[in-house]
């Protein structure tokens, strides 16, 4: 994720599409896009950021995401493909929140932090050979072993 592409909103220009924010509210956000995809991530990089269970995670063209409130605190990591891998959560109470790569011109958005979760359907299971036997793995939409094709 580009870090210009998390700007502040300055003045109301693109139609909001979707509000979230963090648990104890000290950032929110707004989206001006349709996501691209809708996915479920069984990697050990969301099982580490979920507590636990896999990652639900929305796709938006970078740029889509505008901050309203507060600022979320970013970790990045070289993944096992050798990119730098963002992902972020609020500073206070740690609600996973955004994310992104140097290698990708998406935005991540998890659905855990939408103001409406059900806005979210998973299009596709992600990373499946690393889930435990106690993740519930949604074979009903496409589903792969690592990552999927690019979206
Ligand atoms: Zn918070
Ligand atoms: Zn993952």
């Known amino acids: 994720m580009q870090e210009a592409s998390l700007k502040r909103a300055s003045h109301a220009d693109a ?45 938006f063209p970078a740029g889509s995401v505008t901050l309203l409130r507060g600022q979320a605190r ?32 998406y935005e991540v958005v998890r659905a855990g932090s939408l103001d409406d979760p059900e806005a979210f359907h998973t299009r596709v299971s992600l990373w499946t050979d690393s889930a435990p036997s106690w993740h519930h793995v949604d074979k009903s939409v496409p589903h792969f072993p690592k990552n999927g094709p690019p979206a």
């Open 15 to 59: 139609q909001v599409h979707l509000t979230g924010g963090c648990q104890c509210g000290a950032v929110r956000y707004a989206v001006t896009d349709e996501p691209i995809m809708a996915a479920t991530c069984h990697c050990r990089d969301c099982q580490y950021s979920s507590g636990g269970a896999p990652a639900h995670a929305l796709i």
């Open 74 to 105: 970013e970790h990045r990591y070289k993944s096992d493909s050798g990119h730098i891998v963002m992902r972020s959560f609020c500073p206070d109470c740690g609600t996973p929140l955004f994310g992104g790569s140097d290698s990708t011109t």
